[in-house]
């Protein structure tokens, strides 16, 4: 494909000056929450669809590490205190293995291709790196988003990430009130880098689990995977649902 047309259906010129993104505080809250189960500390890490690097300040006020935001284009509020990179999410500026962690938070329901972006993360990640996706969940109000292309369910998401050469470390189901009227569900997904090709007879079946966290109106559901060979789905199987219940 060539590049104008790719521009085109990115929606490159327009994108870049959209105002979108979630608030600041749910994407520092759901840092800080990353930060008690993994660690950043020396890490290089990526920031895929930073905005104007409020998560990266954040990031660099409290640890020390070495971070880098991409992002379609720089702000100049932050831009001089934290490293900024304009760049698209489907072709990543980077070398291979240049990155120990990378962050793709409320980012990826804006790709038009979301198994090319993960295959270019894993090619950035180093060996046994690990990938940190934040993004609502398949029939969750943010479905219905003008910007949102791409919104999966924890099934759709598990076996791209499977199909792409990663191993799940962690997942969780987040739930939390905007209002009197309103209840949001988003998907995390902490997974590794896998250097060996993974085994396609395989399909994973997300399980809901009890509920591990709750603070500031906010509930945190782990999420196992299930997997299962490929031979002994049936019809009724795959039917049955697509959603956690």
């Known amino acids: 494909m060539n590049n104008t047309k790719w521009q085109k259906y990115i929606r ?9 993104g979630m608030d600041a505080v749910d994407r520092i809250r759901d840092v800080n929450f990353l930060f008690n189960n993994t660690d950043f500390k020396n890490k290089k890490i990526l920031d895929i669809g930073c905005e104007e690097g409020i998560i990266l300040a954040a990031i660099q006020k409290v640890i020390k590490c070495d971070a880098t935001g991409l992002t379609m284009k720089i702000c100049n509020k932050l831009k001089q205190e934290v490293k900024m990179v304009e760049g698209d999410m489907h072709e990543l500026p980077f070398d291979d293995e240049s990155f120990d962690i990378v962050l793709i938070m409320h980012t990826l329901e804006h790709s038009i291709a979301p198994y090319i972006v993960l295959t270019e993360i894993h090619r950035v990640l180093k060996p046994g790196g690990e990938i940190m996706i934040v993004m609502p969940e398949e029939g969750d109000n943010n479905t219905s988003s003008q910007q949102h292309y791409m919104v999966l369910t924890f099934r759709q998401l598990f076996n791209l990430l499977y199909k792409t050469n990663f191993m799940p470390k962690y997942s969780l189901r987040k739930v939390y009130t905007i209002n009197e009227y309103e209840t949001r569900k988003d998907i995390i997904a902490v997974w590794k880098k896998n250097d060996k090709q993974n085994d396609l007879s395989k ?3 997300p399980i809901l689990c009890n509920k591990i966290v709750s603070t500031d109106n906010v509930n945190y ?6 997997f299962i060979s490929t031979k002994n789905l049936t019809c009724n199987f795959l039917g049955s649902t697509d959603s956690l219940k």
């Open 12 to 20: 490159a010129d327009i994108i870049k000056d959209e105002e979108h």
């Open 203 to 205: 399909h994973i079946i």
């Open 221 to 226: 559901f782990a999420v196992k995977e299930f």
